[in-house]
């Protein structure tokens, strides 16, 4: 369904680059820098940096990551209100491996995704007759798993503390927005660009990939990480709580 | 030398039981839902837990699957302690599970429903359970009535062959041709050597079925019964009408509790023998008879009183 709706938001923004790839000169220089660096946006005239800011940017950093939040906030809460949960730990399994298992359930949405958005990608630049770097797609996608993980795990951390699912869902929903919101806007001024280094968004930065070839494989190192901290603390909860 | 032989013989007691729950309470702020319950099920007995809607039973089952912590004191499911997540997690593979509330993934069908549990934990019993209890098995859960819901709940229950199975409330939904099968069937699991934890708020249910009978009242564990003792407790709900407005002195008997006049019609709950009940019904002129179940409330309150606790005889 996600990778339908990218492909349809895909082509027309593939439609709509080459009829504007000369406004786009004229409106970076009509906007304040200030507007782009709230975005991350660069080089809007060029393919890389036009998919960079118009798809990655905002659909795959904000929206697919208000989607993994939404996710795995639902994950442990819905089950555990709906009662599917005493049927689950009527087995012979741990509740560990119940959270282990739920998260690891992730890598469907985000293979799909991933594989199905980049090729769509990929084909489209081609279809206008642009290339387009195909390393540096694949990295576009495979540093944003870490990303799209931890907020992921926000979601999961929240899913085992909050007993709603609804509740549990709206606040992981929320807090990845604003988590974005604060990356975004403490990037406008150096003094307080210090603010986002506990932002998610901060350690993947999609314009630097696609527009400047830049890989930070640390700071995907330290997604990783956050996520599997995360992970650890919904299921230290999860074996204390009752369901 | 006595006191020792004395205390192995505790010691070998305590591996037998089943379900032994020692003290076993659960707090909800101000709510107690479990307080201080001690018993024992021993194997390869049907015990009934019998008690009115919302007075706890749920919750100590819930306790015993460990899927919630007790405030204080213990309980044991097959020798694991409740408290011990891993041993409790072990003994789960001879355990099967009937909730009340049947929390199955919807859009699976309940075939693939089956599927899932049966890769935790096994399912060589599960065509032959299919041949009793037929949900239909190639359609989603989500659109299964009530009793479809039970008879999968049931099959999840028993298709890994478990020494115990609890059941809450395992009747609901069913209509009266598949709960008369779901209490044959029991019977025969407890025959071939399970051990059944049955809980329910339908007293001629647990009269019928069981062998031993905890009667839990308000979160605490009044009375445990044999059946023999509990079959005497029973009642009757009964409403006559009669053509005209009748004596009440003449009419009641002291085998009625919270009898009601209204106009023509007398209700009541009736505890003495049915037997009984018929012969002094047949001595007046009566236009219409109801009888049924009595609500469980008012009958715990004649046995065990108001208080929770059993009065004698």
Known sequence: MLVVVFALLSALYFSMFPGIQEEMEAFEEAFP??????????????????????????????????????????????DVEDRRMDLTLSNPVSRES?????????????????????????????????????????????????????????????????????????????????????????????????????????????????????????????????????????????????? | MCARTQAAETGSEKQTATI??????????????????????????????????????????????????????????????????????EAKAEVGYLPDELGFEERLTGRQVLDYFARMRGDERREELLDLFRPPLDRPVETYSSGNRRMLGIVQAFMHDPELVIMDEPTSGLDPLKQDRMHAFVAEERDAGKTIFFSSHVLSEVQHVCDRVGIVREGKLVALENIDDLLERGGKRVRVQFPEPVDEDRFGTSEMIDVETVDRTVRFTYTGEPATLLEHLVQFRIEDVDVGDPKLDDIFKHYYGDDGDAEAG
């Open chain 1, 98 to 243: 119940v959270v282990l298992q739920k998260a690891a359930a992730l890598w469907v949405p985000l293979v799909a995704l991933n594989v199905g958005v980049a090729v769509i990608v990929y084909l489209g630049a081609l279809a206008i007759g642009e290339s387009f770097d195909p390393v540096a797609l694949a990295m576009v996608h495979l540093l944003s798993v870490p990303y799209l993980l931890v907020c992921a795990g926000i979601g999961i951390v929240l899913s085992v503390v909050i007993e709603r699912a609804r509740t549990a869902r709206a606040v992981a929903l929320s807090l990845v927005v604003l988590l974005w919101l604060i990356d975004g806007v403490s990037r406008l001024d150096d003094d307080y660009e210090w603010i986002g280094a506990a932002t998610p968004s901060r350690y993947y930065e999609e314009t630097d990939i696609l527009v400047h070839e830049e890989y930070a494989f640390l700071d995907a190192g330290i997604l990783l990480v956050a996520f599997l901290v995360l992970l650890a603390a919904a299921v230290v909860v999860f074996t204390r709580r009752d369901v």
């Open chain 1, 33 to 78: 820098a200030f507007m782009f660096d709230l975005f991350g946006i660069e080089e809007l005239h060029t393919i890389e940096g036009f998919i960079a800011a118009e798809i990655y940017s905002f659909f795959w950093v904000l929206l697919l990551g208000v989607y993994f939040a939404y996710v795995g906030a639902g994950l442990i809460a819905s």
């Open chain 2, 20 to 89: 032994r729950l020692d003290g076993l309470t659960k707090r909800y702020g101000e709510i107690i839902a479990n307080d201080d319950v001690s018993f024992e099920v021993r194997p390869g007995e049907i015990f009934g837990y019998l008690g009115p809607n919302g007075a706890g039973k749920t919750t100590t089952i819930r306790l015993l699957l460990g899927l919630i912590k007790p405030t204080s004191g213990s309980a044991e499911v097959l020798g694991a302690d409740v408290r011990d997540r891993r041993a409790l997690t």
